[in-house]
């Protein structure tokens, strides 16, 4: 059983430029979180997909933005790169419809560097 | 003020000591907690769920303290394979976005 996939697992881009990050779910898995973890701190919250919309946001600017597909696939589009965009992000999944005591499975993660 | 916060650490601590990690949340309404581990440049992984009533698991025992918003773990006898960072973690009741701590480093030397 495959987990969590994502890719690309690196990436370096320059300001200005957009990006946009892949991540598949855990097989049985419908809701997809994404989070941004800058270097030496814990990741923080973006957004979750949930039926192909997003159900919740974290505080991210306009720029962060996403989609989830009918596979449940989902990915994270960054448009107009700064510097401090430079961080691992991180997919999670987790099955349909769970409150908050269900667990979260990680993805390894995408390395992205802003140049 | 961080919605979770925790000590960074790190913890340097030798093979076999017992070690405990605190942990203090802001929101009163948050509604479940839980310990992740990261290991370096690696996703975090669930290392256990905490519970009122406390609860074990091996070596690894977590605690919650509703009233005064604050969770521990602790870890007995400490292995060389422990050396991780260590992220506090809680929910809302709004869903179950993740809020972390920032983490708190724990190096177990021989």
């Known amino acids: 059983d495959a987990g969590v996939t994502q890719s690309p697992t690196h990436l370096i881009k320059t300001r200005g430029q957009q990006v946009t990050l892949r991540c598949s779910p855990k097989?049985?898995?419908?809701?997809v979180s994404w989070y941004q973890q800058a270097l030496g701190q814990g990741p923080q919250f973006i957004f979750q997909?949930?039926?192909?919309?997003?159900?919740q946001r974290g505080n991210f600017p306009d720029r962060f933005s996403g989609h989830q597909f009918p596979n449940y696939s989902s990915e994270l589009n960054v448009n107009a790169l700064l510097l401090g965009d430079s961080a691992l992000y991180l997919c999670?999944?987790?099955?349909?419809?769970?409150?908050?005591?269900?667990?979260?499975?990680f993805g390894p993660g995408t390395r992205l560097t802003v140049l | 003020r961080k919605e979770v916060e925790q000590d960074p650490g790190p913890f340097n601590v030798p093979e076999g000591a017992t070690v405990a990690f605190n942990c203090t949340y802001s929101?009163?309404?948050?509604?479940?907690f839980f310990w992740y581990r990261q290991d370096c440049r690696k996703e975090p992984k669930l290392l256990m769920s905490?519970?009122?009533s406390g609860n074990e698991d091996g070596r690894f025992t977590a605690q919650l303290n509703r009233a005064s918003q604050y969770i521990s773990l602790l870890i007995r006898d400490s292995k060389l394979s422990d050396s991780a960072t260590y992220l506090c973690?809680?929910?809302?009741?709004?869903?179950?976005?993740?809020?972390f701590g920032g983490g708190t480093r724990l190096m177990v030397k021989p």
């Open positions: 097989s049985g898995h419908d809701t």
């Open positions: 973690v809680v929910t809302s009741n709004a869903g179950n976005m993740l809020t």
């Open positions: 999670a999944s987790s099955p349909t419809g769970s409150p908050g005591g269900y667990e979260q499975f």
């Open positions: 929101n009163s309404a948050s509604q479940s």
């Open positions: 905490v519970y009122s």
């Open positions: 997909y949930y039926e192909e919309e997003e159900r």
